[in-house]
């Protein structure tokens, strides 16, 4: 987030953290097991959703990159679907779109953010992945929270405004801060 509580202007891939925290990313994604984003985080950022630590992968490791998708409007041509070894694309839908080649469909139930986020969590537990990044955007992150699907949020602050509507979440009320840390120009907590 932006100083001013933003993500960036609507429509517009905005970077906001430096290079240091963004490391601080990518190390969630070694810890998880899967990555989840939205539509339009996936149509905006044009993102790869890869685990990019610098270390290298253990050859079984599995790591699943997931959009929610639900009526298939996410381009063919998108980053997120080029092949990765021991990364799997998966687009979770509720239709019956356009398979795309390569891609895995989760044909979930609809649910507020599309898809059904429970049902997501069911199909991904039924892959062996027990811990899951959710990345973005803000609906689907309050999606999660709503539903109290979430264990841990990780909250990244820029000092600088970014511009945009401010994104403003709900965090469960018994919540409280577990960890925090600063770097030249911003700051971050760990809440649970």
Partial sequence: ???????????QSTQITP???????HALRRASEAIVVGRHTAEVDD???TDRWPAP??????????VMDHAGQVPARA?????????????????DPEPLRGVEDLRLPPGP????????????????????????GGTLLQGFLDQGLADEFHRFQSDLPVGGN???????????????????????????
């Fill in 1 to 11: 987030l932006g100083a001013d509580g933003a993500l960036g202007p609507t429509g």
């Fill in 19 to 25: 290079p240091e925290v963004q490391r601080l990313g």
């Fill in 47 to 49: 993102p790869q959703l």
């Fill in 57 to 66: 992968t253990a050859p079984h490791r599995l790591f699943h990159r997931v």
């Fill in 79 to 95: 980053r997120v679907w080029l092949p990765v070894a021991g990364q799997p694309a998966l687009r979770a839908i509720t239709g």
């Fill in 113 to 136: 953010q599309g898809c059904s986020l429970r049902h997501l969590l069911h199909e991904l537990a039924a892959r062996g992945v027990g811990r899951v990044l959710v990345e973005g």
């Fill in 166 to 192: 401010p994104l403003t979440l709900d965090l469960p009320s018994t919540w409280q801060i577990r960890a925090r840390a600063s770097w030249p120009g911003g700051r971050s907590q760990v809440l649970r």
